[in-house]
């Protein structure tokens, strides 16, 4: 699959994880079901063009997600984008170095597993536009709610002061509650 679409599955698994941890691990488990998944078999004569241009593409698309994602869940979703990518970096090592950082039997078994149907460039389009706008509805509704730091995320969504809020709720609201209570 593009990696484009690697990261932007990436981005929306680790905006829905609870941990930085969980969406690494959650990355690498979607790279898996994506190269599982029926996708464009680039052809070879066009291999290196697109790669480029999807290399190019997933750059600008982790620039994207990572200015999207609510302060709180910026770090689960950069954990999730690597894990969805980190499997590819045999293709860079193979191009860049001439050689994979994975041992052999790994690189063969993740050739094995794709699921590649010529001229399915509208499948790629399709998963990209998913998750696009995926990624786009939990922006709008702040991330994942994780315990105490959730209602700060919904909070400062989109407008990068997520803890001055409540911070300024507790002061207002502490000392006119225990002064009420002294009385
Ligand atoms: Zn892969």
């Not at 464009?40 to 066009?46: A, G, K, R, S």
Request: with cysteine; proline share 7%.
């Amino acid at each position: 699959m593009l990696i484009t679409n690697h990261v932007l599955v990436g981005a929306w698994l680790g905006a829905l994880s609870p941990s930085p941890r969980a969406a690494f691990a959650a990355g690498v488990a979607s790279h898996v079901a994506c190269d599982l998944a029926p996708h464009w078999n680039v052809p070879c004569e066009h291999f290196l063009r697109v790669a480029r241009i999807d290399g190019i593409a997933g750059l600008g698309m982790i620039g994207a997600a990572l200015a999207a994602a609510p302060t709180g869940a910026r770090s689960r979703v950069l954990a999730g984008i690597t894990g969805a990518c980190v499997p590819d970096l045999d293709k860079l090592g193979n191009h860049f170095l001439g050689r994979s950082p994975y041992p052999a039997w790994l690189d063969g078994v993740h050739a094995r597993i794709q699921n590649e149907i010529p001229g399915a460039f509208g499948l790629e389009v399709g998963y990209a536009v998913a998750s696009a706008a995926l990624l786009g509805w939990l922006r709008a509704v702040g991330g994942r709610p994780t315990g105490r730091s959730a209602a700060q995320t919904r909070i400062g969504a989109g407008h990068g002061h997520k803890a001055a809020v409540p911070r300024r709720a507790v002061l207002l609201v502490v000392p006119r509650s225990r002064s009420f209570r002294r009385r």
